[in-house]
């Protein structure tokens, strides 16, 4: 899913530049449970609702893996994200 070692990860936002829980599962290489476990928690706040699906800010989705990783010990490689044109 990955590239070893770091790398450069495409996740391709919402035009208004928000991502999906899976999109945010699989930029912090976890999985999407792992992300609701992380709201629930108070780690990452939803940003907005489309029906009963979260979205989330980018940033605050790599926030929350920081704040985590560090609590479960977990390496944090480092990704170069971009933006589709």
Known sequence: MF??????????PRPDGLITR????ALCDVSPDAITAWVRRGHLKVARRE??????????VAV????????ARRSLPVYELTAAA
């Open 51 to 60: 029906g009963r699906s979260p979205l989330f800010d980018p940033v605050a």
């Open 64 to 71: 929350a893996e920081h704040k985590t990783a560090k609590r």
């Open 3 to 12: 590239p070893e070692g770091g790398g450069q990860l495409e996740i391709i």
């Open 22 to 25: 899976e999109q945010a599962a």
